[in-house]
Structure formats: structure tokens, C-alpha cells
Nanobody, 122 residues
């Protein structure tokens, strides 16, 4: 059973920083792309940042220069370093990893974390 566990959310004042982590566990053969999405109240879920297995990254325009995505392939973990946080960054943040399980007949698919709340006050 593959699962993702997120940590690192919380409350911070504008201008502050937070670091999110998302670790995959279970019988895993390989992991491809990883990413972070967020969903604010009343809004659709949006891509924040993504990273390929080789380390290529892309970011939403709204977070470029403030957020950094990284990964540790040996630990099956993806990180999101968030600096210069703004009240508009307030949302539930979800990680996703595209995983091929180490199990017969189980296809590669995207797995999701449980979500972690990030609240930025002005």
C-alpha cells in the first residue's frame, strides 16, 4: 500500500517562511514527477510547483522567486520551501507523486497527500 504523508504546514505572518515535506512509503518501484498543488476556499485546485525525476522544475507565476521545490530521490520525498509568504498564499497544500508500485498488475498513477493547511496573516 503506497501512501504519501505531508508535514510542515501551519500559521505564519506575511513575509515569513514555511517548509513543506511529503514522503512516500510502501512498496515502490519508481517515482517520476512530483508536485505541489493548493486549494483556497471557494477556488479550484491549482498547480504551485512541479519537479521531474531529473530535477527540472516549473512554477506558477504567482510563486516564482519565492517558492522552491526540491526532491530527495533516496528518501522518496518532495519539499516546498516557501519564503516571503503572502496572505494570498493561504490554502490547503497537497503533494502528488507519480508512482509505480512494486506489485504485480498495479499501474503507475499519481498518488496524493492528505493536505496540509498553510495560513498567512497580514
Amino acid at each position: 500500500q503506497v501512501q504519501l504523508v505531508e508535514s510542515g504546514g501551519g500559521s505564519v505572518q506575511a513575509g515569513g517562511s514555511l517548509r513543506l515535506s511529503c514522503a512516500a512509503s510502501g512498496r515502490i518501484f519508481s517515482i517520476g514527477d512530483m508536485g505541489w498543488y493548493r486549494q483556497a476556499p471557494g477556488k479550484q485546485r491549482e498547480l504551485v510547483a512541479a519537479i521531474t525525476r531529473g530535477g527540472s522544475t516549473n512554477y506558477a507565476d504567482s510563486v516564482k522567486g519565492r517558492f522552491t521545490i526540491s526532491r530527495d530521490n533516496a528518501k522518496n520525498t518532495v519539499y516546498l520551501q516557501m519564503n516571503s509568504l503572502k496572505p494570498e498564499d493561504t490554502a490547503v497544500y497537497y503533494c502528488t507523486q507519480r508512482i509505480t508500485p512494486q506489485a504485480m498488475g498495479v499501474s503507475t498513477r499519481s498518488y496524493w497527500g492528505q493536505g496540509t493547511q498553510v495560513t498567512v496573516s497580514s
